[in-house]
């Protein structure tokens, strides 16, 4: 018990030995019912299609039908983002003249 006793009791924490191990770790399987609480949690998705620095002096010149040149190559790879982390890569593709985009790779975490 970890507690000072010029407190009037204290929190009365108490100290506890972890249980010892034999071996590795347990890897604990998941399956998607133990994820149903978080199925109807909105996330943000967003693609890019690409970037570009300009200086603010350009900027305020810009008028309709600018044409702003960005960092990418026609036919490149997208950036797919949730909650701005980047999660993937992909391809713009037409469905039912509206843009989507199709992953053509998936981004390791690290």
């Known amino acids: 018990m970890i507690s000072d006793p010029g407190n009037g009791g204290g929190l009365g924490l108490e100290e506890m030995d972890a249980p010892e191990r034999d071996g590795p770790a347990q890897v604990i399987e998941r399956t998607a019912s ?5 199925f109807d949690v909105p996330v943000r998705i967003s ?13 305020l010149k810009m008028d309709i039908g600018t044409v702003v040149e960005l960092d990418r190559q026609v036919g490149e790879a997208v ?3 949730i909650n701005e982390r ?3 890569r992909g391809e713009i593709v037409l469905v039912e003249n509206r843009l989507g985009v199709t ?4 981004v390791k975490a690290g």
Request: without cysteine.
């Open 103 to 106: 992953m053509t790779e998936i």
């Open 86 to 88: 980047l999660v993937a």
């Open 34 to 38: 133990d994820l149903e609480a978080v």
């Open 79 to 81: 950036e797919i983002f």
């Open 47 to 59: 693609v890019v299609l690409g970037r570009t620095r300009i200086p603010v002096a350009a900027l």
